[in-house]
C-alpha cells in the first residue's frame, strides 16, 4: 500500500520593511513587525523575497523627506506593491506622498499598527494557523538584544514654530502606566540591558489624563513621570539594567526625577542622564521659537541639578539661523553653552520644513552664514566637550559593551571592544574605547580605568575583577 506524503505547507507571505527617523518612529516599526510576525507573516530581508514592502517615513526636515521620497521610489522600483507609514504619511493627509508616488497601495500616518495591518490584509491575506510563539515576548526589535527604546506617549502640546510633529503626531496621548510598565518588564525579562524611555515631551506624561491612578502589579501608581520613573528605577535595579531619559523638558519635577537617579551604577537604575532639547538661548529667538523664554533661570536649574547631583550628564539640541538671528543672538547663545557646560549637544542649521510656522517669519538667515555658525557653535562645543572628558582620565566607569572593533593596521591591528558609560546614549553620543575588551561579549556591564580622552571619547582599560 502507497501512503500519500502530506503536502509540503505553503511559504508564509512575505513583507518587507525599511524603517527611517527617529526613535519614535522605530518603535512604531517594532509594533508592525511584531503583529505582521505574531500573524505568521514571513520577513523579507530583500525586495526580491517580498510580496510587499512597508515604508515607514520621516518628515520632520528636508533631507528627512528626500530620503523617504527616495526610499519610497527604490521600493516601487524593485519590488512594486509598497505601503507607506509614518510621519511624511500624515502630510495633507497622504496627498504629498500620492503626488510624488500616485503608485503606492496606500499611505498612513504614524502609530498607525492597525492601520498598516488593514492594507497588509487586504492586498495580502494573512496566512493561515499563525501562533503566538512564533514571536518572542518582547515583540520583534530593530535594535541590538542588549538595548531598547520603550516609547511612554504620542504627540505633544507644544506649537513650537520649527516644528510640524504635532501636525503629523497630534496631540500628548501618554500611555496607561501599566502597559508601560508591562512592556518594560518584558523587555528586561529578555535580557534589555538598557531601556531608553522616549516621547515627543518626557516630562508631560500624564498632563493628558490629569494624572490619573494607574495600577502596576496591584498597586496603585499616578501616571506621571516622577512615580513612572521611580518604577522603572526599581523595576531595572532589579534586573539589573540601565534606565535612560530622553525628550525632558525642564519643567519643575523633573527635579524629583533628578533626586531618583543613582550614583552607584554597578547593579542598574536610573543613570544620572538627561536629555534636554534647550534649542536657543536668546529670549527673543526662544519666543519666536514659542519655547520658554528664560535662558538665565535654565542655567539656575542646570546648576542646581549638578549640585543634587554631580555626575549628571546633560544632552542638549539647538538650532542656529533661525529666522530673524542676528549676530548678537547667535553670541547670546555662545555665552550660554560656555556657562552651561554641558556635556553632550546637537545643533542643526535652521531648516524650512514644509507646513512650520516659523517659515512665515521675516529675517531669513542666508545658508552661508547658517553653516558658519554651525561651525562656530560645533567648535565652541568641541571645546568643552574635551575639557570635560579629560576631567574623568583617572576615573572609574561602568559602561555597557555594545560591540567589538578591529583597530590598527599591519601588525598592529587588534581587536577592541566598544562601550558607552552613564553619558553616552547610543548612536547620538559618545564611545568607550575598551583596549582590553576583545572578550566581553555585547550587554556586558564591565567597570572601565579610563586612561585617555579626545572631543568626543574616553578610552580605557577593564578594571580586575570588576566585569557583571
Known amino acids: 500500500m502507497t501512503t500519500r506524503k502530506p503536502p509540503a505547507p505553503a ?19 517594532e509594533q508592525i513587525l511584531t503583529q505582521l510576525k505574531v500573524e505568521g507573516y514571513a520577513i523579507a530581508p530583500e525586495y526580491a523575497g517580498a510580496d510587499l514592502v512597508v515604508v515607514n517615513t520621516c518628515g520632520f526636515i528636508d533631507a528627512a523627506v528626500a ?24 502630510r495633507d493627509g497622504g496627498g504629498f506622498v500620492r ?8 499611505v498612513t500616518g504614524p502609530h498607525a499598527a492597525h492601520e498598516v495591518m488593514a492594507v497588509v490584509h487586504r492586498h495580502l491575506p494573512r496566512p493561515h494557523d499563525a501562533f503566538t510563539d512564533l514571536v518572542p515576548p518582547q515583540g520583534v526589535k530593530l535594535t541590538p538584544r542588549h538595548y531598547a527604546y520603550l516609547k511612554i506617549s504620542e504627540g505633544c502640546n507644544h506649537r513650537c514654530t520649527f516644528c510640524i510633529i504635532p501636525s503629523m503626531r497630534g496631540d500628548l496621548v501618554s500611555r496607561p502606566l501599566g502597559e508601560v510598565m508591562a512592556e518594560a518588564e518584558r523587555l528586561l525579562r529578555s535580557g534589555v540591558k538598557e531601556l531608553l524611555v522616549i516621547s515627543q515631551d518626557t516630562s508631560a506624561y500624564g498632563v493628558d489624563v490629569k494624572y490619573r491612578t494607574g495600577f502596576w502589579q496591584g498597586r496603585p501608581v499616578r501616571t506621571r513621570m516622577t512615580e513612572l520613573v521611580r518604577e522603572l528605577d526599581a523595576l531595572a535595579h532589579a534586573h539589573g539594567a540601565w534606565v535612560r531619559l530622553h525628550y525632558v523638558y525642564p519643567y519643575p519635577h523633573v527635579d524629583e526625577a533628578i533626586g531618583l537617579m543613582r550614583d552607584d551604577l554597578a547593579n542598574g537604575g536610573l543613570v544620572p542622564y538627561l536629555d534636554v532639547p534647550f534649542q536657543h538661548a536668546s529670549p527673543r529667538i526662544l519666543k519666536l ?11 539656575d536649574r542646570v546648576r542646581a541639578w549638578r549640585a543634587a547631583k554631580p555626575r549628571l550628564a546633560i544632552r542638549s539640541t539647538f538650532i542656529v539661523g533661525f529666522p ?21 549637544v546637537g545643533c542643526f542649521p535652521y531648516s524650512p520644513v514644509d507646513g512650520a510656522a516659523a517659515n512665515a517669519l521675516p529675517g531669513a538667515v542666508p545658508q552661508d552664514v547658517k553653516e558658519t555658525r554651525l561651525a562656530r557653535f560645533m567648535e565652541a562645543q568641541a571645546a568643552i566637550s574635551a575639557q570635560r572628558l579629560a576631567a574623568r582620565v583617572g576615573s572609574t566607569l561602568d559602561v555597557l559593551v555594545d560591540a567589538h572593533a578591529e583597530v590598527g593596521r599591519g601588525k598592529a591591528k587588534r581587536r577592541i571592544a566598544v562601550g ?10 559618545g564611545i568607550v574605547r575598551i583596549e582590553d575588551g576583545a572578550k566581553i561579549a555585547p550587554g556586558a556591564f564591565v567597570r572601565v580605568a579610563i586612561e585617555a580622552a579626545d572631543a568626543h571619547d574616553l578610552a580605557g582599560r577593564v578594571v580586575p575583577g570588576a566585569q557583571a
Open 67 to 90: 530620503e523617504s521620497l527616495d526610499a519610497i521610489g527604490e521600493a516601487l522600483a524593485e519590488n512594486g506593491k509598497v505601503i507607506v507609514t509614518g510621519c511624511l504619511g500624515a
Open 11 to 29: 511559504a508564509a507571505p512575505s513583507v518587507g520593511f525599511v524603517s527611517l527617523g527617529c526613535p519614535k518612529a522605530l518603535v512604531d516599526s
Open 324 to 344: 530673524g538671528e542676528t549676530e548678537a543672538e547667535f553670541a547670546e547663545l555662545l555665552t550660554f553653552l560656555r556657562e552651561a557646560q554641558l556635556d553632550r
Open 420 to 429: 558607552r558609560s552613564h553619558a553616552d546614549a547610543p548612536e547620538i553620543d
Open 289 to 299: 521659537m514659542k519655547r520658554p523664554a528664560a535662558p538665565e533661570k535654565v542655567l
Open 99 to 106: 503626488k510624488q508616488h500616485p503608485k503606492v497601495l496606500a
